[in-house]
Nanobody, 125 residues
Framework: QVHLVESGGGSVQAGGSLRLSCAVY????????MGWFRQAPGKEREGVAA???????SYADSVKGRFTVSQDNAKNTLYLRMNSLKPEDTAMYYC???????????????????WGQGTQVTVSS
């Protein structure tokens, strides 16, 4: 069983930065694809960024050049560095894990089995 715990959310002004963290428990000896997703009120959950079991990364077009996904395997932690934040980035952000290689499905929330509880990001104009 995999347990994910996000942190690092908060309120910032447009143009500001945040770094989200996702601590991964119960990981041992299994490779995973890890993703960040977000959901704003009244909208569907969408993929933001993902890092696959081979190190490949994917980003939503809306965050390319502003967000960076990374992981520290020694700390079993996934990160999302968010720069140049915009009001439209306001959402609940979730990290998620799927066992093995995500491939073309790595940005689809339907492919992921394990989810964190979420951390709120609010960007004011």
């Amino acid at each position: 069983q995999v347990h994910l715990v996000e942190s690092g959310g908060g309120s910032v002004q447009a143009g500001g930065s945040l770094r989200l963290s996702c601590a991964v428990y119960g990981y041992a000896y299994i490779s995973y694809c890890m993703g960040w997703f977000r959901q704003a009120p009244g909208k569907e959950r969408e993929g933001v960024a993902a890092i696959d079991s081979d190190g490949s990364t994917s980003y939503a077009d809306s965050v390319k050049g502003r967000f960076t996904v990374s992981q520290d395997n020694a700390k079993n932690t996934l990160y999302l560095r968010m720069n140049s934040l915009k009001p439209e980035d306001t959402a609940m952000y979730y990290c998620a894990a799927l066992v093995g290689y995500g491939g073309i499905g790595r940005m689809s929330p339907h492919e992921y089995k394990y989810w964190g509880q979420g951390t709120q990001v609010t960007v004011s104009s």
